[in-house]
């Protein structure tokens, strides 16, 4: 079971760069073994030179596609009392639908209205990462997203739009290759005034 964490510390510097940490336990050997049975239950021979190390290498894969990595939440104070929107456009997503475990890739459009403090833009890229890497639908990792960001910058609001394309949707079932699916979650001023959710939501719409 993996979780999202703060490690708290008392030192001031340190309640603003907040270590955020994917917890899971992982059994890298047990992982390979069911990958051995899988494949073996398919009707694949593990002992053919071509597959013998496919069990090791698709447990690693997925281990990796499910594992995200630390990072310091560094956020700073809101000197000039910015009260306009910030945005990050096409932050890569990577993920795995729970459903099939088959992935989903796409983008990621953040963004939020600061209020005391305001957080590294590259801490919004590391900020998707995070959530991405785990089996989940899209609609929880749209919501986890800006749950995180809301609770720990505590903005005036929050925006995020999510857009993928699912690989269960296009190798299987429907097979309708190029359909993308778009969630979004809004908190704030980004859902309650109207003027700042449709200017939000033009920014994500817009090309460079």
């Known amino acids: 079971m993996s979780a999202v964490t703060a490690a708290p510390d008392a030192d001031t510097a340190s309640r603003w760069r907040p270590r955020v940490t994917h917890l899971q336990r992982v059994d890298p050997l047990a992982a390979e073994r069911a990958a051995a049975d899988l494949l073996t239950a398919l009707g694949m021979d593990l002992t053919d030179d071509n597959l013998v190390e496919t069990p090791r290498r698709m447990a690693h894969a997925l ?110 079932g429907a097979r309708t290759p190029g359909a993308r699916t778009s969630t979004s979650a809004l908190f704030g001023h980004l859902r309650d005034d109207s003027r700042t959710r449709a200017e939000f939501l033009a920014l994500t719409r817009s090309t460079p």
Do not use: W
């Open 63 to 172: 281990i990796e596609m499910t594992s995200g990595a630390d990072f310091e939440l560094t956020t700073f104070p809101n000197d000039d009392d910015y009260d306009e929107l910030v945005l990050v456009r096409d932050i890569r997503v990577q993920s795995l639908c729970e459903h099939h475990m088959l992935p989903f890739v796409g983008v990621a459009h953040v963004g939020y209205i600061p209020g005391e403090r305001i957080v590294g833009l590259s801490k919004l890229a590391r900020m998707v990462e995070l959530h991405a890497r785990r089996p989940q639908t899209q609609e929880r990792l749209t919501k986890r997203i800006a749950d995180h960001l809301r609770t720990e910058l505590d903005p005036r609001g929050v925006g995020v739009v999510v857009e993928a394309e699912h690989t269960c949707m296009g190798l299987r």
